[in-house]
């Protein structure tokens, strides 16, 4: 049974860093396309940024380009997400989804998700 687990998140100041990694396990995922969803409270989930199963294309919700930077690790089944320049409005939930398929930006495209994160960026 493939899970996903999130961990990184925190309370961070605006302008801080912050840096979430997602761990999968009971699978193979060499072939996996990953990605990251956020839900702030009272706003439905949304994209956030996806990358492909070799790590060689991404893509950024306009929100967040230039400040977040996705990569995958080293290890077929870790994927991490760099976010700097953190903003009040970034602060939400963080929820790591994978797929086996090719997958676009629509959260119903992922098979696989996380419990998720708490990211709160507060003064």
């Known amino acids: 049974q493939v899970q996903l687990e999130e961990s990184g998140g925190g309370l961070v100041q605006p302008g801080g860093s912050l840096r979430l990694a997602c761990v999968a396990s009971g699978g193979a995922f060499a072939n996996y396309n990953w990605a990251w969803f956020r839900r702030a409270p009272g706003k439905e989930r949304e994209f956030v940024a996806r990358i492909n199963w070799s790590g060689s294309n991404s893509d950024y919700a306009d929100s967040v380009k230039g400040r977040f930077t996705i990569s995958k690790g080293h290890a077929e089944n870790t994927m991490w997400i760099q976010m700097n320049s953190l903003k009040l409005e970034d602060t939400a939930v963080y929820y790591c989804?994978?797929?086996?398929?090719?997958?676009?930006?629509?959260?119903?495209?992922?098979?696989?998700w996380g419990q998720g994160t708490q990211v709160t960026v507060s003064i």
């Open positions: 989804a994978a797929s086996p398929l090719p997958v676009g930006s629509e959260w119903f495209q992922y098979q696989f």
